[in-house]
């Protein structure tokens, strides 16, 4: 998909879309610990499962759809995610359509994730501390992603309090500025219009339905 956010992708490192994955807060230290502490807890964790894992991955490429299913998906906000990807468009959706293009687009983040957990190259990521989390509904994490040889990439995670839970989600992150979630947005618009929301799901399913192909890491 020839998106200006894909390309960015492309340019800096396919692992941005892991530290997406890897960007979230644990439910049972959210309501008490710096979020920006957790979100390095859990990619360690995540990064240990992927090693451990390996024989597994390079047998059943999908395994690492697995992985993010059990270890990431129940802390990211993929719902919240589907209606600001769908923005003004929401209106124009059938209302029985909605609960297929949330659960298509769960399963289509899955596979991104998955695609750049394949790509990991042992990528070193810097938090910016976090002071004041006092009566915050929301918040933008900043980090760097460094990796020798190359120039340091600025990325930011957007997390939201979930108001019952009071636990942290992340739901969107900006690479250099871009946003995942308006890139999406701008992709799936003009499709909206054209085809309708079924056209999207269809596109997603397709992606969803494919077996994980993991290319060589020649970086």
């Given amino acids: 998909m020839n998106t200006t956010f894909s390309k960015t992708i492309r340019n800096v490192s396919q692992s941005l879309l892991l530290?997406?994955?890897?960007?979230?807060?644990?439910?049972?230290?959210?309501?008490?610990?710096?979020?920006?502490?957790?979100?390095?807890?859990?990619?360690?964790?995540?990064?240990?499962?992927?090693?451990?894992?390996?024989?597994?991955?390079?047998s059943n490429p999908d395994h690492l759809r697995a992985i993010i299913e059990q270890e990431l998906m129940p802390y990211i906000d993929h719902k919240f995610a589907a209606f600001k990807v769908l923005g003004n468009q929401f209106r124009s959706v059938p209302k029985d359509k909605i609960p297929e293009f949330v659960g298509e687009f769960k399963q289509y983040l899955i596979s991104n994730f998955a695609l750049a957990l394949a790509g990991y190259g042992g990528q070193e990521l810097l938090f910016e501390p976090v002071n004041d989390l006092q009566n915050q509904k929301s918040m933008t994490i900043k980090a760097i992603i460094r990796e020798a040889g190359r120039p340091d990439i600025n990325i930011s995670f957007k997390?939201?309090?979930?108001?019952?839970?009071?636990?942290?989600?992340?739901?969107?992150?900006?690479?250099?500025?871009?946003?995942?979630?308006?890139?999406?947005?701008?992709?799936?618009?003009?499709?909206?219009?054209?085809?309708?929301?079924?056209?999207?799901?269809?596109?997603?399913?397709?992606?969803?339905?494919?077996?994980?192909?993991?290319?060589?890491?020649?970086?």
């Fill in 19 to 58: 530290i997406l994955a890897a960007a979230i807060a644990n439910p049972s230290y959210a309501a008490l610990n710096n979020p920006q502490v957790t979100l390095e807890k859990v990619t360690k964790a995540t990064f240990q499962r992927i090693e451990l894992d390996q024989e597994s991955i390079k």
């Fill in 159 to 219: 997390l939201r309090r979930i108001k019952n839970t009071q636990e942290w989600k992340t739901y969107d992150l900006v690479a250099e500025g871009i946003s995942l979630l308006s890139s999406k947005r701008s992709e799936f618009a003009s499709i909206i219009r054209q085809e309708g929301i079924q056209a999207v799901i269809d596109v997603m399913r397709t992606k969803n339905n494919k077996p994980l192909h993991i290319a060589s890491n020649n970086n």
